[in-house]
């Protein structure tokens, strides 16, 4: 563990810090699809991705789910944070965008270590900051930008998540990340393909630019 542990967050935390996370963390291993999180669960530690990719999503009681932001390698997720120290129900769902490597740290220590390690706090602080920033944005785009608009932006984001330009995601599942229908999402990948922004295939998407 104290590799893994070095080959990720060696430029991140200090030494010491490094190796209580080594001594403390379990890793675990997700399918792309799985679910880590899930509405009203009890989260009772933090994880900290070391590969992959992970989409979380919000709730809406009336329309399904809207998605919120992705956390990539490095990245942790401050809505999980949030819960973990308010020791607070979940307000979102996470799921495993690609196949993910993660590490858990139990609540307990994510605040013991926030007022011991200057490294620890900036990075919490960091990935509030980072977060927050990506649902103002998601917040932006649903009050602001049109649908095709919103939808152009989430297949550049799957492409550069999954670095590839071929996106493996129906148009229910695209509907169900936009909170909108699957008719108005095959319509406008068909008008994107018309206009040759996209290449569409029987399981896949093609971006093209």
Known sequence: MLEIVKANYSSIFEEKL????????KLYEFKEGDILIDFDEYIKT??????????????????????LYFIE??????????CCLGATKSEIRAVAETDVELIMIP??????????????RNFVFSSY?????????????????????????????????????????????IANDLHTSRVVISRLLKAFEN??????????IELLS
Request: hydrophobic share 40%; glycine share 4%; with cysteine.
């Open 129 to 173: 900051n980072n977060r927050l920033k990506e649902m103002l944005t998601a917040i932006d785009n649903l009050a602001f930008m049109k649908m095709e608009e919103r939808l152009l932006n989430y297949l550049i984001e799957k492409s550069k998540i999954n670095k590839t330009k071929h996106i493996q995601n129906t148009h229910q599942e």
């Open 73 to 82: 390698k490095g990245d942790t997720c401050a809505m999980t944070m949030a």
């Open 195 to 204: 206009n040759g922004k996209i290449n569409l295939h029987r399981a896949s």
């Open 18 to 25: 490094i190796e209580k996370i080594a001594l403390i963390a």
């Open 46 to 67: 933090m994880p900290l991705l070391l590969k992959g990719a992970i989409k979380i999503l919000r709730e809406d009681f009336d329309e399904g789910e809207l998605l």
């Open 107 to 120: 609540v307990n220590k994510m605040e013991e270590w926030m007022g011991k390690y200057k490294s620890w």
